[in-house]
């Protein structure tokens, strides 16, 4: 499975957009672009996530680039309930193993 | 609607004691079973995964097993906790042949 790479950290205000970016440069063309969030203590919750075509669902969009190589999750209206780690994962449908990295860490200001 | 359950939340235990997590499905059938460990401040690894029952492939050479007696029950073990072996350990579910993985509240181990 391919790696990623996220910013350690973003800060965004409440209310506001939230995008945070994923870079996938070594993607494979049957590999899936999968976001999923963690909050302090909790298990990993499933987002959302795409193969080519921008997805949106009712937690947020995912915009990839036409050439796959990164894709940007957008959190439309960030509320303090939103801060949490955000990791990118790129991986084979029906493959097994998932490589979880670091993480992005958003805090959502008041 | 399914739902994932794992039992202890917390644990603490002392070196060499043995451990046994449980993680039971509900509201699924022939689901496939992950394993996860994090490190504080860490990633996830994957450690067990298990496509039916008695089926386990491991992905880390460890001091722990994994077993599933059951369809929808995973448990992980070991016989002699190491200091190493502390951590939050993370169950997940996915449907057979789809990809989506969803994860239950976690356990957190700690060794002293």
């Known amino acids: 499975d391919a790696k990623t790479t996220q910013p350690p950290s973003m800060d965004c205000a409440e209310g506001r957009a939230a995008n945070l970016p994923c870079n996938h440069s070594?993607?494979?063309?049957?590999?899936?672009v999968y976001w999923y969030r963690q909050i302090h203590s909790q298990g990993p919750q499933y987002i959302i996530h795409?193969?080519?075509n921008n997805e949106t669902n009712e937690m947020a969009s995912l915009i990839i680039t036409e050439d796959r190589k990164s894709s940007t999750l957008i959190l439309p209206h960030a509320t303090l309930r939103d801060t949490a780690v955000y990791y990118c994962i790129v991986r084979v449908l029906g493959g097994f193993k998932t490589i979880f990295g670091a993480g992005t860490r958003l805090f959502v200001k008041a | 609607s399914q739902t994932i359950h794992q039992w202890p939340a917390t644990l603490v235990q002392p070196v060499g004691s043995p451990l046994s997590l449980e993680c039971t499905v509900e509201g699924t059938s022939n689901p496939n079973l992950y394993w996860y460990r994090q490190a504080a401040g860490r990633g996830l690894q994957l450690l067990f995964y298990?496509?039916?029952?008695?089926?386990i492939s491991s992905e880390v050479p460890q001091n722990l097993s994994a077993s599933r007696p059951q369809d929808r029950q995973f448990i992980l073990s070991s016989k002699k906790l190491l200091l190493s072996d502390s951590g939050f350990y993370l169950c997940?579910?996915?449907?057979?042949?789809?990809?989506?993985?969803?994860f239950g509240p976690g356990t957190r181990l700690t060794v002293l």
């Open positions: 070594t993607i494979s063309g049957n590999e899936y």
């Open positions: 298990s496509v039916g029952i008695g089926q």
């Open positions: 997940a579910w996915s449907e057979g042949g789809a990809d989506t993985q969803y």
């Open positions: 795409g193969l080519k």
